[in-house]
């Protein structure tokens, strides 16, 4: 049984540029053990993706099942 099913690709891009933040901001301590090409891969994948959710032409579903569905109901935190 379906029991919620939620896009996060409106929101999505917002935590793409915080991962980026975070790998940019700590990749001083990382570039002696994977060098400069991981970099610029992950550099490609975070901003290329965040700009795809950004301008809504890729998605992010949450899909909730329950077997026997949720006594009560199911309650979604967003």
Not at 44 to 70: E, N, P
Request: glycine residues 8%; aromatic residues 20%; charged residues 25%.
């Amino acid at each position: 049984m379906m029991e919620d099913w939620h896009n996060f690709g409106a929101d999505y891009d917002n935590t793409l540029m915080a991962w980026f933040e975070k790998f940019d901001r700590n990749w001083p301590k990382l570039v002696d053990r994977y060098g400069a090409r991981l970099y610029r891969i992950w550099k490609y994948y975070l901003l290329s993706c965040a700009g795809g959710f950004r301008a809504r032409v890729i998605q992010l579903w949450q899909i909730v099942l329950a077997k026997h569905g949720v006594p009560g109901g199911y309650l979604s935190v967003r």
